[in-house]
């Protein structure tokens, strides 16, 4: 027997793993890859390893993406449709069966641990939306849980499986100390799509229509975001890692500005831009720059060196004030 679990290297998941593999069960962890969470990482490298099990990457992005336009059960708090997440997750994990000759599916999912989108009901909806009912197994919780195919054929014993319920995670800390796990992060991390800052900025995308655009999911990662107009925006690098990357995404841009002798960040302009917005861009430079817009300066602007002279601060710091998506 085999079971494919979704497997994202954190704590929960690694001890579903456990508690199957004790029993005898063959397990393939798949880590699911989206524009927002997932792709290979020494996190989930090291935690497969340690538990001796084969470990694949599935990418899932677009179908994510697609998902993310309108889920059935709606958003969590921030960005983030878990239920139809965990949904989509299993329902590809079930398509998957096959081509790693599986039998069931398992997930680290905990009764009572979310209380949006890990609530009887909500892992109900789980299992409709997945398409997959009674091939989902969930370890952690089985014993609380109602009895699953693999339970009834006897591929796995329901007695082994556990009865964890609620928020308090000291029974899993409990656990991974006798099995003896260490390579696991801290709870809750590793989705962009439950930080506040990022999904106030992914609305903005995604209200203005430009869900299609993948480019803006990295670009708004790591830099400061202002929102000029309807699909119109400017990206500031904060520093020279997030330059780089920013840097990556240059063809997108009707704007784009780099250093020139003075450091300072890449700025890329996203949307049509008016000779109004391209001076702010500008300035924006200015004001970010080792200068701080104290005195004039030279940049690169869509490949040409310009200079701009002594801006007006206080009205700069105005219109950045009402432009800027979080700081
Ligand atoms: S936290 Fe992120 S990865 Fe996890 S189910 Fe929710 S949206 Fe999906």
């Known amino acids: 027997m085999k079971a494919l679990a979704l ?12 508690v199957i593999k004790e029993q005898g069960i063959e397990v393939i962890g798949l880590n699911f890859v989206s524009y927002f969470f997932g792709g290979e990482n020494e996190r989930s490298e090291k935690a497969a390893k340690e538990l001796g099990i084969q470990l694949e990457y599935i990418d899932f992005k677009e179908r994510h993406r697609l998902m993310m336009l309108n889920p059935v059960c709606g958003y969590g708090k921030n960005m983030n449709p878990c239920i139809d997440c965990h949904g989509l997750m299993i329902k590809i994990a079930y398509e998957n069966l096959e081509k790693y000759g599986a039998n069931f599916i398992i997930t680290g999912e ?49 007695e082994k499986l556990l009865n964890f319920n609620g928020r308090n995670r000291t029974p899993q800390i409990e656990l991974a100390k006798k099995y003896n796990l260490v390579h696991y992060p801290s709870p809750g991390g590793g989705c962009l799509l439950t930080e506040p800052n990022y999904s106030k900025r992914l609305k903005i995308i995604k209200d203005d229509n430009n869900f299609h655009k993948d480019y803006l999911f990295y ?36 704007i784009y500005i780099t250093t020139h002798k003075v450091p300072g960040p890449y700025i890329i302009g996203i949307g049509d831009f008016e000779e109004n917005d391209i001076t702010f861009a500008k300035e924006l430079f200015s004001r970010y720059s080792k200068i701080k817009g104290e005195c004039e300066i030279e940049m690169n602007y869509n490949g040409e060196v310009i200079k701009i002279g002594i801006i007006d601060k206080n009205k700069l710091e105005n219109m950045m004030k009402e432009l800027q998506i979080v700081n």
């Open 110 to 158: 905990v009764l009572g641990q979310r209380p949006m989108s890990q609530n009887r009901i909500a892992l109900k909806r789980v299992d409709k939306l997945s398409g997959t009912t009674g091939y989902v197994v969930r370890p952690l919780s089985g014993q609380l849980m109602e009895e699953t195919i693999p339970e009834k054929m006897g591929w796995i014993s329901r």
């Open 7 to 18: 497997f994202s290297g954190g704590l929960d998941s690694s001890l579903a793993v456990k």
């Open 219 to 254: 670009l708004a990662k790591n830099t400061r975001m202002y929102k000029l107009n309807t699909g119109k925006y400017i990206f500031v690098g904060r520093d020279e890692e997030s330059n780089q990357e920013l840097s990556k995404y240059k063809e997108y841009g009707s």
